[in-house]
């Protein structure tokens, strides 16, 4: 019976805690929109774009999407023993406000360059990310994998929007 009530309390610590990675995550990328001002449709909209640009509505749920596998991989990272965790999750938080800097830079300020830098860095640190998630847990690192190509994919569409603006 003791046994059943401490599993019981370490599983909802368990739960709790991952639920704090996923939603704070998501409330970096919150914060960053909010932050990022004005139509983003609009701005988008005037654009001239590279090919292969998604209608703007794809990001939001792109976004989502990844917000959601990165708690969940920082999370994986937390509730591991490997002695380089915090290292690691110190890496995950550089690039999640590396990603965070991205939305207000070109939004808000309109800078096709500075957004350019931004997500450059962003593809060096997740990168680096991935890297050391892998040798603590190696699902921590595979999770990652799409918002490594969605990176990918914003690079080129960032240097795109730049190129041709």
């Not at 994986?76 to 002695?83: A, C, Q, T, V």
């Not at 965790?85 to 830079?105: C, D, E, G, R, T």
Request: hydrophobic share 55%; aromatic share 16%; charged share 15%.
């Amino acid at each position: 019976m003791i046994t059943a009530a401490r599993s019981d309390t370490f599983n909802k610590k368990k739960i709790t805690d991952l639920l704090l990675f996923i939603i704070g995550t998501g409330i970096v990328g919150a914060v960053s929109s909010l932050l990022s001002e004005g139509n983003f449709k609009q701005f988008y909209d005037s654009l001239e774009k590279p090919p292969l640009s998604p209608p703007g509505w794809v990001f939001s749920v792109a976004w989502v999407i990844l917000y959601i596998l990165m708690g969940i991989s920082a999370f994986l990272i937390f509730d591991s023993d490997h002695p380089d965790k915090n290292s690691a999750l110190k890496i995950y938080f550089v690039q999640l406000f590396i990603n965070f800097l991205w939305s207000p830079v070109f939004f808000r300020f309109k800078s096709l360059i500075g957004a350019a830098v931004v997500v450059t860095a962003l593809l060096v640190a997740v990168w680096v990310m991935i890297k050391a998630f892998f040798r603590i847990r190696k699902s921590a690192a595979l999770i990652n994998i799409p918002y490594l190509a969605w990176t990918v994919f914003a690079a080129y569409l960032t240097y795109g929007f730049l190129l041709l603006n």
